[in-house]
Every structure is written in structure tokens, then in C-alpha cells.
């Protein structure tokens, strides 16, 4: 475990591995450690970075407005810190999110990009309204509310009928976040642009992942993003919902090492 200060705040982060970069940007509302299968199978062949996002885990949670592109930024700033010039980048959920607006502003420090369990579409209305929703009952009752709420949408039935341990593992990571990170992420998450208008634009190799139950962002979503990427390639993981990386690890992570592998010969 590191910490940076960046753009005025103190970010906590893992650096394990050496090699090419890859970046883990994790979903809303969990942490760095959402990516720990990830760290422990792809480190001994590629320099592998978690990040706790403003907000979340250990770095710190500010009061205050959030946005996606201030998150980009910050991801911007820890790579600077590290010297880190380009990177392969996942991002599941919200990561692909911030993914997208780093892309926009970034491109050129994207050597790659795996976009898993997303979304390129702005929210409804209906969804905005939700997203005020579920900052009140933060507010009102905490992250473990948030919780109750946000595990059946995370994980696959299955999984929370047979795997206590991953569903309380989800638990903690939720728990674990300030009032103040989840509240400013679903602000963020609801004043997100769409960014379908900007997925032919993109022009580095990408790899779009998605769980066959994923609920929240369905196969649907996965292949409207891999038909309108240019080249991108699309792999429904069966029987893993939205936290794909975790449900089925050993197929996520084959993955990743295939796109990361073909990138960095």
C-alpha cells in the first residue's frame, strides 16, 4: 500500500510487479481490493496498479462536488507522480465511466483499454432520480444501507445464495466508504455525459467484458459498445454478474492477460 498527494488530496494506491502498466479502476461503491485475484495472477508478468478513487477505501473523501472528470484527473496525476507515461486501463462499472473521460482527455496515455460490466449511455432521468435516492438514504442511514441495496444489484443470485464470503467481502468494501465519497460519486455517476457519440472515436485496442447476468449493465450494453469501438472485441463471462472480475476471476484474468499479452510483444 502507497500514497500520493494528488490535486489536493491524498490518494492510497498498490504499485506490485514489474513490466508493462496496467491500471485497475474499480466499480462504485467498493475499492482497490476489489481487484486483489487480479493483482495476485497478473503481477508476476505485468506492473499491475490498484487505485482507492476519490472517495473510496483509503484515500480521502472530501466534501464536496464531484465529477467523473476530476476523477480522470486524478488518475492523470498519480501516473505523473509515478512517471508512468502509458498504461493499459480497466475499468469496471464506474471505472469504465471515469475511463471514458480520462480517453477524452487522455487518449494518448492509453496504450489500451478494457471496459467491463459498463455503460456508454448518459443516465434517464429515472436513473438521475434513483442516484439522488440512494444519496439521501447515505445520508440518512449510512453505507450499510447502501449495501443492502447495491449487493443484489452487484452480485449474481447464484453467487449470494452459495458464497457468503464474496458477499460479505462486497459488504465490507461498501462499508468501508465515507458517506461523503458515496454521495459525490453518485452525483458524478448522475452528471456523466453519454458517450456513445465518442466510441467510433476511439482508436487504441479495447477489449469489452461483460457477465452474463449482469443486471445494471446487461450483455445488451457490452455489445453496443463492442459493435460501435472500432475492432473491439466482446467476451460474455457466463454465470458472473456485474462484479465479473469476481465471481469468475480465472476467466476475467485470462482476459486481460490476453489483450494486456498482444499489447506489450
Known amino acids: 500500500m502507497m500514497f500520493a498527494q494528488v490535486n489536493g488530496i491524498t490518494l492510497a494506491f498498490n504499485d506490485q510487479g514489474i513490466g508493462f502498466p496496467i491500471v485497475f479502476l474499480h ?44 476523477a480522470a484527473d486524478d488518475v492523470r496525476g498519480l501516473l505523473d507522480h509515478l512517471s508512468i507515461k502509458q498504461a493499459v486501463f480497466v475499468g469496471l462499472s464506474m471505472g469504465g465511466y471515469i475511463l471514458f473521460a480520462f480517453y477524452r482527455k487522455y487518449a494518448e496515455r492509453v496504450k489500451g483499454m478494457i471496459l467491463a460490466d459498463t455503460k456508454a449511455q448518459a443516465d434517464t432521468e429515472d436513473g438521475k432520480r434513483a442516484r439522488f435516492e440512494m444519496a439521501q438514504i447515505a445520508y440518512k442511514q449510512g453505507p450499510s444501507a447502501i449495501a443492502d441495496i447495491m449487493i443484489p444489484k452487484l452480485l449474481s443470485p447464484g453467487t ?63 455489445r453496443l459498445m463492442a459493435e460501435r469501438i472500432p475492432n473491439a472485441r466482446l467476451a460474455v463471462i457466463p454465470g458472473a454478474g456485474h462484479l465479473s472480475n469476481l465471481e469468475q476471476p480465472e476467466l476475467f484474468n485470462q482476459i486481460v492477460r490476453s489483450l494486456c499479452g498482444t499489447l506489450t510483444k
Open 160 to 222: 449470494i445464495q452459495t458464497r457468503p464470503a464474496l458477499v460479505q467481502r462486497v459488504r465490507t468494501m461498501i462499508e468501508g466508504n465515507q458517506v461523503s465519497g458515496i454521495a459525490g460519486d453518485l452525483m458524478a455517476m448522475a452528471e456523466r455525459p453519454d458517450s456513445i457519440p465518442h466510441l467510433q472515436q476511439i482508436r487504441c485496442p479495447t477489449q469489452v467484458i461483460v457477465g452474463e447476468l449482469d443486471v445494471p449493465t446487461p450483455p445488451a450494453d457490452a
Open 27 to 70: 466499480a462504485f461503491p467498493l475499492n482497490r481490493s476489489m481487484w486483489t485475484e487480479q493483482e495476485n495472477a497478473l503481477s508476476s508478468q505485468f506492473r499491475v496498479m490498484t487505485i482507492d478513487l476519490r472517495g473510496h477505501g483509503e484515500s480521502d473523501a472530501p466534501l464536496w462536488h464531484y465529477t467523473l472528470d476530476q
